[in-house]
């Protein structure tokens, strides 16, 4: 895969059409949401559940099974239009229709498989505690999103990409070296083929415990030198060694439960004046779940902000800095992040309401000065007099030793 030519206005062209897409399938999904539920559609869906199920406990499944595909079906040329031609168009995309519906129906497989029984579940615990159905609920999110966030990389993200072990000996060598002197073990590093979808690069570490693995994507693998490769692993091992996993895992706690005790406070007065034109008089009516779909978008929206400057401030730049500090290669460091702002095609210097609303991660540009800052640190400066003076030989700089 040959490098591609640095072209800052493409990239900015392309995140400008990403963010318009974002708006739109945002707003589009809210009209379809409020579809749902103008004209009793969702009540009458519900009832037509009730005629179908077998079982008066299969209503709920049966209920969120045709209400999660209608949704998919709904957003699919959405999707399409975001996920496949924009990407042909700016060069990214390396699938054909074929292979990117395959991934979309297996996504769709991983989302029923998830949706179904969790809305069931969630609508007995309303039933059960009208009162403290949002406090049960939320306190049940937190083991299932940590549960998933360590699951999801081994068992699910397997059914997208295939993963060999890197035969990089010498490339595996110095990632192992790397993350036992910060006491992760890494038990195998892997090759992931991301270059069957697309020409973006990525890399994470996943597995349960102190045993871990890291996946790399083939384009990044073909794209970095080993010194750039090292850095980006230093970054994921930040994330380790930080439990950034934890801090995030914990402020989604923190979200969930305010926002599924404000879900509770707007609900159930809309329902009561609107019941009419709903349909439905109780949140225990699984002809509710557009409304609280509806509503739990809404509030999520309004939380990313404050979600994504947690990433970008504690967690990303923390793990930036970890990475400098551990290979003391800010050159490898901005040379790999100009690479891949220029493989996925990022805006280096977003506006500050996109910058807050869509990034979890700092800019590439705020990433390159923060490294030059590092660079030109006095601890650096004390490192390069350090390597200059091992060059010269024992004579130069007396009592300088690393």
Same mark, same amino acid.
């Given at each position: ?14 995140? =400008? ?36 199920a077998p079982h008066p406990r299969l209503v709920d499944p049966l209920h969120a099974l045709g209400y999660s595909l209608a949704q998919w079906l709904v957003g699919l040329p959405l999707a399409y239009l975001g ?22 129906? +297996? ?53 997208? $990409? ?14 192992? =070296? ?23 690069? $990525? ?8 045993? +871990? ?8 693998l073909d794209e970095l030198t080993p010194d750039e490769i090292v850095v980006v692993v230093a970054h994921e091992l930040g994330h380790q060694v930080h439990r950034d996993v934890w801090k995030l895992i914990g ?56 979600? $994504? ?34 493989? $996925? ?9 996109? +910058? ?47």
């Amino acid at each position: 895969m040959g490098r591609r030519p640095d072209d800052p206005e493409r990239a900015i062209r392309y995140s =400008r059409l990403r963010e318009l897409l974002f708006l739109v399938d945002l707003v589009w999904g809210w009209l379809t949401l409020l579809v749902w539920l103008g004209g009793r559609r969702s009540a009458r869906w519900r009832a037509t559940a009730r005629r179908l199920a077998p079982h008066p406990r299969l209503v709920d499944p049966l209920h969120a099974l045709g209400y999660s595909l209608a949704q998919w079906l709904v957003g699919l040329p959405l999707a399409y239009l975001g996920g496949y031609v924009v990407e042909h168009r700016f060069g990214l995309s390396t699938q054909t229709r074929v292979g990117w519906l395959a991934d979309q129906l +297996k996504a769709l497989g991983v989302m029923l498989a998830l949706e179904v029984p969790l809305t069931g579940v969630a609508y007995a615990i309303i039933r059960r505690s009208p009162r403290w159905w949002w406090l049960i609920l939320a306190a049940l999110a937190l083991p299932f999103t940590a549960l998933l966030a360590q699951l999801w990389p081994v068992l699910i993200a397997p059914l997208f $990409n295939r993963y060999q072990p890197l035969r990089d000996a010498a490339l595996v060598e110095r990632i192992r =070296r790397l993350a036992e002197q910060r006491g992760v073990r890494v038990s195998a590093v892997l090759r992931m083929d991301m270059s069957r979808q697309t020409r973006k690069a $990525n890399a994470f570490f996943a597995g349960l415990g102190r045993t +871990k693995r890291i996946a790399l994507a083939d384009t990044l693998l073909d794209e970095l030198t080993p010194d750039e490769i090292v850095v980006v692993v230093a970054h994921e091992l930040g994330h380790q060694v930080h439990r950034d996993v934890w801090k995030l895992i914990g402020l989604s706690g923190l979200a969930t439960l305010g926002g599924a005790w404000l879900l509770d406070r707007i609900a159930r007065p809309l329902i009561r004046r609107e019941r009419e034109r709903f349909g439905f008089a109780s949140l225990a009516d699984p002809a509710s779940l557009p409304l609280l779909t509806l509503l739990g978008s809404v509030l999520g929206t309004l939380a990313l902000p404050l979600m $994504n400057r947690f990433s970008r401030e504690v967690v990303e730049k923390g793990a930036d800095r970890y990475a400098l500090e551990q290979t003391r290669r800010p050159d490898a460091f901005i040379s790999a992040m100009e690479k891949l702002g220029r493989m $996925n095609l990022s805006d280096p210097s977003p506006s500050a309401l996109v +910058k807050a609303v869509l990034y979890s991660h700092p800019p590439i540009a705020e990433r390159i000065r923060a490294a030059r800052v590092f660079q030109a640190s006095p601890s650096m400066v004390g490192v390069a007099a350090n390597l200059a003076s091992r060059a010269a030989g024992p004579d130069a700089a007396p009592g300088e030793r690393m």
